[in-house]
C-alpha cells in the first residue's frame, strides 16, 4: 500500500492495524482537536501518537510507509526490530496477556517455503532450547502462525558482542577479549 497521503489515509491504517483500540484512538484524536493541536499532515501525528505511547517508532515507521500488516504474530505485539541475519530478522515483541518483553526470530518470508532453511530454523530452535547456561539466552517457545516460523527468546537488554568489538573507539585488547569470552 502506498504511504499515507492524508490524516485520513493514515487513521485508516492505524485502525486496520489494529494497534490502537478504536475508543483509545478516537479519544486521542478528541483531546487533539480539543487542544488545537490536530495535525494536518501524517507525520505529526504519527509523532504525537508515539509521543503519547501509543505506538512505538517502529510502528510510526511503518505505518508512515504504508503498511499496517504484520505487527503482530499470534500473541505477541512486535514493537521494533533488532536485528537481521541469514537465518531471519530479530523483533522485540511483548507477550499480550503476560506483558513479557522478548527477542522474536522470525524466518524471513522468502525462505518460508524453502524445507532446507525450515528444517534448519527448526534444529536451531531445538538445540537452543538444549542449552542452560547463565551466559546463554534461553528459549521460551518456537511455533508457526499463519505460515511465519517463529522462535521465542528472552530479551536481554544491552550491546551486542558485535558492536563491542566494532567500536570506532579502539579495538578491544586480548585481556578484554579474553574476559568476554570467558563471561
Partial sequence: MPA????PDLL????????????RLDGF?????ASGMCPATPAPLLDHMVDAGMITRFHADKLAAGKYKGFQIGSYLILDQLGSGGMGQVYLAEHAAMRRLVALKVLPVF??????ARERFLREARAAATLH???LCPVFDAGEIDGVLFLTMAY???????????????PVGERSAAALVRK
Fill in 29 to 33: 484524536l478528541a483531546g487533539l482537536h
Fill in 12 to 23: 485508516d491504517r492505524v485502525r486496520r492495524s489494529g494497534l490502537v483500540p478504536a475508543d
Fill in 133 to 135: 547456561h547463565p551466559n
Fill in 4 to 7: 499515507p497521503s492524508s490524516v
Fill in 156 to 170: 536481554l537488554e544491552g550491546k551486542t558482542l558485535a558492536s563491542l568489538i566494532s567500536s570506532p573507539r579502539k
Fill in 111 to 116: 525462505a518460508a517455503e524453502d524445507v532446507v
